[in-house]
């Protein structure tokens, strides 16, 4: 610990370049640090603050910083720098000089501790991201995937879950995604095995997403449904477990389900992760409108996501008025829209809901209307609308949607009365599904209160207490500024 | 050529002209012998490796299980049918290097048929998000979605209608087993949407040729409904009377259940 202050104190007056730098190089080292502290007193807590700090630090890499960092952090010559620094481009010499004078200075005592070789990866990985050079990007996360399967240590699994993320990115950016499934699978043995429960997490998630990219709903569901579930562990994994379990229903016809998953998932999902939360709602509003039932206004008109989120308005205003022709003429008009949302197939089952809704319309408003009529106001275009009329409200009667008689002689429908709900158990059955929900979401909050693991069990100290209390203070200003938290 | 596909060959040949002659049990036991003979190659699924003559291969491994679809079709067993197509759906999956089948688009749209007409209507649809949306112009696929949502608005004419215009004749099948299927659907509608029918028009709508096959019907599947005057009458009467009876159990273990969360909020 001595030599990294020593360090510091050496680098800050010998770093010659941009003022910008040595901040972040600072950083990353205070990064380093933790890391090391956590790796040693195992505490996993500490390096998910340290990679909380990175994600801050990304707008900042440069390859002059990496390269700095991965001399000081790696020992020089060894596979793991060699094969990272190659990935970066040899920018100024003369920056490379001062830097390898300075850390030539002192003796270097690097354990290269695992955790920091894989935090290695993990930056170097980001910076191509950003870089936008792909096919590295896909070479380097092999590389590092391939030296995460031989450590077995709880540490390593924060920092590998990122490397697994931009492994898939990575592929999935080049359009590769069904090469690397069998990969993914295997990794996911192993973390279950290793009792790794956030690899798992994100390597189902991962998964899932790679056969939802390719619409095999079948598999994705074979696999979902039989891969172990537990609490939990980080809230941007499960936010992308519920909206992926909710697309999964939404197909396989299950609407209250798909609502539930959805909406939480849109709910839970944190303020900056704006796109996600679009593609949340969009699904959302069509299972909505395929449960029956119209979302208000105010979804639409959310934040930053009108633009976004305007074709569906105009659908639900179709279902709404219950105007075939109109719905058909928005589903044409937004067709591009909805075929890259891929909820094409999803729009094309909501012509009948479009019928329903126009029929519910006509029942309440008129207490007897010839059939005739009806297929005149539900605009059925067909051979024979009379007949398809008197088909479809006679379905619509026996599946409830409607309270009505046919008279087939006269060719009428005659609805009947709507009696008094306050008189029968409906307002019961609402308060309770809002009471048990407040509840829920009680006892959730109860449960994800944090305590420090080893709390109980030892006296605390003046000086412990003060880390404590600083930590905490630190903590509480991170959920508060959720600044750029990552997704 | 290989002598082993050269075999084979023959042997779905005689198939073939066993098909046409509509001799099916003969059809069975050579498409068993097919079968067998197309494990010994180890081009096709599930090892996928690369013989010197695997296009071959799988294009005459392909027309086998098209054919064992078509005959499970004629044979009228759906089981089998459904066997034939799994097996058949990798080749349409992974190519590799296959030219497109002809067959491919009609035994795409028999199997959504199938789906539809055994009420599995999840996987329906589940099966068509994998196709890719230049199929759904297809006619044969095209006739399939549309029969599903007139299935599912309750436009039954539409549905019976749709027979006449098949786009192959395996589908007639499954054409007949959905209008019993609709027959029924129908049955159930106009049980609760109507008051009474005369015979006349309960004839017509459950398509019906006669009256005796009307009340035969009436008398195996609904023995609930009467048949008066020259009318049938739907039993409504148990309908009427309102349920004054409180749901006692519910409302009981909701209220426990509000009881227990309040008492643990500390």
Same mark, same amino acid.
């Given at each position: 610990m001595t030599q990294d202050v020593e360090m510091k104190e050496q680098s800050v007056p010998s770093n010659s370049v941009s003022s910008t730098a040595p901040s972040a190089f600072q950083q990353l080292k205070e990064i380093a640090a933790l890391i090391e502290i956590g790796a040693y007193s195992r505490e996993v807590r500490r390096i998910v603050r340290a990679i909380r700090s990175t994600i801050q630090l990304r707008r900042k890499l440069k390859a002059s910083v990496i390269s700095a960092f991965l001399?000081?952090?790696?020992?020089?010559?060894?596979?793991?720098?060699?094969?990272?620094?190659?990935?970066?481009?040899?920018?100024?010499?003369?920056?490379?000089?001062?830097?390898?004078?300075?850390?030539?200075?002192?003796?270097?005592?690097?354990?290269?501790? =695992?955790?920091?070789?894989?935090?290695?990866?993990?930056?170097?990985?980001?910076f191509l991201v950003d870089q936008k050079r792909y096919n590295e990007a896909k070479a380097c996360s092999s590389a590092g995937i391939a030296r995460v399967k031989n450590l077995n240590r709880r540490t390593v699994d924060v920092i590998a879950s990122r490397l697994y993320f931009y492994y898939s990115l990575s592929y999935e950016l080049t359009g590769d995604l069904a090469e690397i499934r069998g990969n993914l699978l295997a990794l996911h043995r192993i973390a279950t095995l290793r009792h790794d429960e956030l690899g798992q997490e994100t390597l189902l998630n991962l998964l899932l997403r790679n056969y939802l990219h390719y619409n095999l709903y079948d598999q994705a569901e074979k696999l979902r449904s039989k891969a172990p579930r537990f609490e939990a562990h980080s809230n941007q994994q499960f936010c992308r477990y519920l909206f992926y379990l909710g697309k999964i229903r939404t197909?396989?016809?299950?609407y209250t389900d798909a609502k539930d998953s959805l909406l939480q998932a849109a709910r839970k999902a944190p303020a900056s992760a704006l796109g996600f939360r679009v593609q949340c709602n969009k699904w959302a509003v069509i299972v909505r409108l395929l449960l029956g039932e119209i =979302?208000?206004?105010?979804?639409?008109?959310?934040?930053?996501?009108?633009?976004?989120?305007?074709?569906?308005?105009?659908?639900?205003?179709?279902?709404?008025?219950?105007?075939?022709?109109?719905?058909?003429?928005?589903?044409?008009?937004?067709?591009?829209?909805?075929?890259?949302?891929?909820?094409?197939?999803?729009?094309?089952?909501?012509?009948?809901?479009?019928?329903?809704t126009g029929l519910r319309n006509i029942s309440i408003s008129y207490s007897q209307i010839s059939l005739a009529d009806v297929a005149k106001k539900l605009k059925l275009d067909s051979a024979n609308p009379v007949a398809d009329a008197e088909s479809i409200v006679a379905k619509a009667i026996r599946d409830g949607a409607i309270d009505a008689t046919l008279d087939h002689a006269n060719g009428r429908m005659i609805s009947k009365e709507t009696g008094d709900i306050y008189s029968t158990n409906e307002p019961?059955?609402?308060?309770?599904?809002?009471?048990?929900?407040?509840?829920?979401?009680?006892?959730?909050?109860?449960?994800?209160?944090?305590? =420090? =693991?080893?709390?109980?069990?030892?006296?605390?100290?003046?000086?412990?207490?003060?880390?404590?209390?600083?930590?905490?203070?630190?903590?509480?200003?991170?959920?508060?500024?959720e600044d750029d938290d990552e997704f | 050529m290989d002598p082993k596909i050269t075999e084979l060959s023959q042997l779905f040949e005689r198939f073939k002209a066993a098909f046409v002659r509509k001799d099916f049990d003969t059809c069975a036991k050579f498409l068993s012998q097919l079968k067998v003979a197309l494990t010994e190659f180890k081009s096709l699924p599930p090892l996928f490796e690369e013989t010197p003559n695997a296009i071959q291969e799988r294009t005459l491994a392909r027309d086998i299980y098209e054919h064992a679809v078509f005959l499970s079709v004629k044979i009228e067993d759906q089981e089998a049918l459904e066997r034939d197509f799994f097996q058949l759906k990798p080749y349409y999956t992974d190519t590799h290097g296959l030219q497109p089948s002809t067959q491919e688009q009609p035994i795409l749209g028999l199997n959504l048929l199938r789906l539809l007409v055994q009420n599995r209507i999840a996987e329906f649809h589940t099966e068509l998000e994998l196709l890719p949306s230049s199929a759904l112009e297809n006619p044969c696929i095209k006739h399939a979605i549309e029969l599903e949502q007139s299935f599912m608005e309750g436009a039954y004419n539409r549905v019976l209608s749709a027979r006449q215009t098949v786009p192959h004749e395996t589908y007639v099948y499954f054409m007949d087993l959905l209008a019993k299927t609709v027959r029924d659907e129908i049955a159930g509608c106009s049980e609760k949407a109507y008051d009474s029918l005369s015979i006349n028009d309960a004839r017509q709508m459950l398509l019906f040729s006669s009256d005796q096959d009307l009340v035969k019907y009436i008398e195996e599947e609904h023995p609930e409904w009467e048949i008066r005057n020259g009318f049938v009458f739907f039993q409504r009467a148990k309908e009427s009377t309102p349920c004054k009876e409180i749901p006692s159990l519910q409302l009981i273990n909701q209220t426990l259940s509000y009881a227990r969360e309040l008492e643990r909020i500390v």
């Open positions: 001399n000081f952090v790696l020992v020089p010559g060894s596979e793991a720098h060699s094969r990272l620094s190659s990935y970066l481009p040899k920018e100024d010499v003369h920056d490379m000089e001062v830097d390898t004078a300075s850390s030539t200075t002192q003796v270097p005592v690097k354990h290269s501790l =695992p955790e920091l070789e894989i935090y290695c990866y993990l930056l170097v990985l980001k197909i396989q016809l299950e =979302p208000e206004r105010t979804v639409f008109m959310q934040k930053g996501m009108e633009n976004a989120l305007r074709p569906y308005f105009e659908l639900t205003n179709a279902v709404r008025i219950g105007d075939l022709k109109l719905f058909k003429t928005v589903a044409e008009r937004f067709a591009s829209t909805f075929s890259a949302d891929r909820t094409n197939n999803l729009i094309v089952r909501l012509r009948h809901n479009v019928i329903r019961q059955i609402a308060f309770n599904s809002r009471i048990a929900f407040c509840l829920n979401m009680h006892n959730e909050a109860v449960r994800a209160l944090r305590f =420090p =693991p080893n709390s109980h069990k030892e006296k605390e100290s003046a000086e412990k207490r003060r880390e404590r209390q600083q930590q905490e203070q630190e903590l509480a200003k991170h959920i508060a500024e | -």
